[in-house]
């Protein structure tokens, strides 16, 4: 008895019988105590009238309490529902179906502002990816602008004879050929971007030995690290196991964090690997300036650099590389994270599922 809990239909199915019991019990008492050949009665039933009225009062309250039962179970719901959905329709999804009784009607409630809910949210995702991609125009426009205003501007002041000695004007060309890279950079970064976007580029997955394929990523790396003052630092042996993924866009990951370490480390770059939860980390840490942790839940947006004009000019960034990055290891089922702070270092970890 203990769990027993009687549902809307059971109470209302539960009255009905008892009205229809309570008009046959009172007509069938009138009956046999009543004989209307004779129209004697019996002793039972001193006024016949009375009696009837007793009944028809009985069954005016059965009545009374079950269009009680009815508004506040069924009408009131209706209601509530009726003007959340009104809203709803005039566009506000903030506004909640406040009935929340443990019967059918309050599950069919909740259901209801669960789905207001669920649209709320994918509208307000919409917005979020249409801002994102207004954002993404903007920047697209601005960054291909920059360095065509500047190559225009050279370009004029030589057409225009403003270039006297040789030296300006061999400075002016060098200017013009780097924005010109540069360009060409921005544009092969927004390729590569927009496709990964669209999803028009395909995996070619093969199931790989982690501990080989970063010791032949990484054998070769070393070799363009030789000259640099910044040192390698390889805690080999990498871990040795299976992982499912592109050998190219592998690398392309690889390529673009060990880029941008290379870039902005001091003295020097660290890769280590463990397994966790049966996934392969692999942990490219640096000691340079380290990244404000205000914006490090930015760093994978399209275009975002923590300092636009030294990130471009002097590193020459288009601000989409880890945006690729975030983009290939989520198409590969992992993850990225970064931990960084100012004057920590950063450290980006990349995350595979095992494939054991
Ligand atoms: P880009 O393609 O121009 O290198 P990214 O998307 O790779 O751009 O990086 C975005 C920004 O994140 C960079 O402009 C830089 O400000 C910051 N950043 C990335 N990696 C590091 C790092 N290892 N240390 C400090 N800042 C970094």
């Given amino acids: 008895m203990k769990n027993f809990k009687m549902t809307l239909r059971g109470l209302i199915i539960l009255f009905m019988i008892g009205m229809v019991f309570t008009t046959l019990g009172s007509m069938a008492f009138l009956f046999i105590n009543f004989d209307i050949r004779s129209g004697e009665h019996s002793m039972v039933i001193k006024n ?117 000695d040789q030296d300006t004007y061999e400075k002016y060309l060098a200017t013009i050929a780097e ?70 866009r592998f690398n392309q990951i690889l390529e673009n964090l060990i880029g941008n370490a290379k870039k902005y480390a001091h003295t020097k770059i660290v890769v280590s690997t463990k397994v966790i939860d049966y996934h392969l980390q692999i942990a490219i840490q640096d000691d340079g300036d380290g990244i404000p942790t205000d914006v490090l839940d930015s760093i994978f947006d399209p275009f975002f650099m923590v300092n636009k004009v030294k990130d471009q000019k002097e590193k020459g960034g288009s601000g989409l590389g880890l ?8 198409r590969h089922g992992g993850k990225i994270t970064v931990e960084s702070g100012i004057g920590l270092g950063t450290t980006f970890t990349i995350d595979f599922p095992l494939d054991i």
């Fill in 48 to 164: 016949p009238y009375l009696w009837f009225a007793l009944f028809m009062v009985i069954i005016i309250i059965f009545y009374m309490i079950l269009v009680l039962l009815m508004n506040r179970y069924i009408f009131d719901p209706i209601f509530a529902m009726r003007k959340a959905a009104e809203h709803i329709q005039s566009g506000n999804l903030n506004y909640p179906i406040e009935y929340d009784a443990d019967n059918e009607i309050g599950a069919f409630c909740t259901e209801f502002d669960k789905m207001r809910i669920r649209l709320r949210d994918t509208i307000l995702e919409q917005h979020e990816i249409e801002k994102r991609r207004k954002r993404l125009i903007a920047s697209i426009t601005h960054d291909l602008r920059t360095p065509l205003t500047s190559i225009k501007g050279y370009v004029e002041a030589i057409q225009d004879g403003i270039v006297k």
């Fill in 323 to 330: 945006a690729i990055v975030k983009q290939l290891t989520e």
């Fill in 179 to 248: 924005k010109a890279d540069q360009l060409n950079h921005l544009i092969d970064d927004l390729s590569v971007y927009t496709k990964q976007e669209l999803g028009e580029f395909t995996l070619n997955l093969e199931r790989l030995n982690s501990g080989k394929i970063l010791s032949s990523y990484f054998d070769h790396k070393i070799d363009e690290f030789k000259y640099s003052h910044i040192h390698l630092e390889l805690r080999k042996p990498f871990i040795s196991t299976y992982i499912n993924v592109d050998p190219y």
